[in-house]
């Protein structure tokens, strides 16, 4: 969980700089949209394993 | 509206201060990470709000996780205790509590009001 | 001079990156990782994003900058602080140095506030929709 959160704000640093460095814009917008992407993804995840409260003990 | 401008006011200094706590705190975690030896003695630690609103809480709860040493856990059912988990405590946890009731809560209590 | 403070930045930047990664692996429990996560992961971002802008030619590249650096910043925090619940309430190992308050045990069983709005017929043994009682997730 953790490990992924921070995977996907690394990729974003990885976008931005990687646009930086080649030029293209568009991987600015890719970085944007993943920004707020990669939040819904450790929300949806986080309430899941919160839900399966009793039913799993891991 | 001049208690609008001066809550303006308020958070652009709540937002200096939120940039300067983020650094402090990152090289804080730096250094507990690239030490050889990492001996840090975690805590968790509750700490009672003052602050009502969900604005406000919201606000106290984002700035702890991104402040030194300090992570939010959860909040209570009631909304007036906050569940802290703090890296650096050490023993005791009155420093992390008067941390979050002297420095945080006045200045988010002067942006949202309440 | 603005080039040289730019690629100072960039890699201060990817420092404080590097810290979090080392730190996810380092670390011993979920709330420590999330610590160098969250903070040092978010600084990284911060600080690459102020380069950019302080690199940027055009308006539009620098808003593109701060939509980023304002949609990590305001997202990061709640992220972590989803995670760090979740973990909580389904009893992760912790690190065994870890000393709690004794105040923090019921927040382990969080009380599930009854929905009015729901009809209370044997059928619906559990509410199936979002719960009533977290008044901050996102």
């Given amino acids: 969980m953790v490990a992924l959160d921070l995977v996907s704000m690394l990729l974003v640093v990885f976008l931005v700089v990687f646009k930086l460095v080649s030029g293209v814009d568009a991987y600015m917008y890719v970085a944007i949209g993943l920004a707020l992407i990669a939040f819904l993804a450790t929300v949806a995840f986080a309430n899941f394993i919160d839900r399966a409260e009793g039913t799993d003990d891991d | 509206m001049i208690t609008f401008l001066w809550r303006c006011l308020c958070l652009v200094w709540l937002l200096i201060v939120f940039m300067r706590d983020l650094v402090v705190s990152s090289v804080q975690v730096a250094r507990a990470v690239l030490s050889p030896g ?5 805590r968790l630690v509750t700490i009672p709000l003052t602050v009502e609103s969900d604005a406000g809480i919201t606000m106290v709860a984002n700035l702890i996780t991104l402040t030194p040493g300090t992570l939010t856990v959860d909040v209570s059912a009631d909304r007036k205790t906050l569940l802290v988990h703090d890296l650096l405590a050490g023993d005791s946890s009155e420093a992390t509590r008067e941390g979050v009731r002297q420095g945080i809560e006045p200045r988010v209590l002067r942006v949202t009001g309440r | 001079m603005t080039e040289t403070l730019a690629n100072a930045l960039l890699l201060v930047g990817s420092f404080f990156c590097l810290v979090a990664g080392i730190g996810v692996v380092r670390l011993n429990d979920v709330f420590s990782r999330m610590h160098a996560a969250t903070k040092a992961g978010t600084l990284g971002l ?10 940027a030619d055009t308006w539009l590249h620098l808003a593109e900058a701060v939509f980023v650096f304002l949609f990590m910043i305001a997202s990061a925090p709640v992220g972590a602080h989803l995670i760090g619940r979740a973990a909580f309430h389904n009893y992760q190992p912790m690190d065994p140095k870890t000393q709690a308050d004794p105040e923090s045990e019921p927040f382990r069983h969080p009380v599930r506030l009854p929905d009015s709005s729901l009809p209370t017929s044997e059928l619906v043994a559990e509410p199936s929709h979002k719960s009533p009682d977290d008044p901050d997730n996102g």
């Avoid at chain 2, 990492?38 to 975690?42: D, L, M």
């Avoid at chain 3, 911060?46 to 690199?55: D, P, R, S, W, Y």
């Fill in chain 3, 46 to 55: 911060a600080l690459i994003c102020i380069a950019i802008m302080l690199l």
């Fill in chain 2, 38 to 42: 990492y001996a840090a003695k975690p």
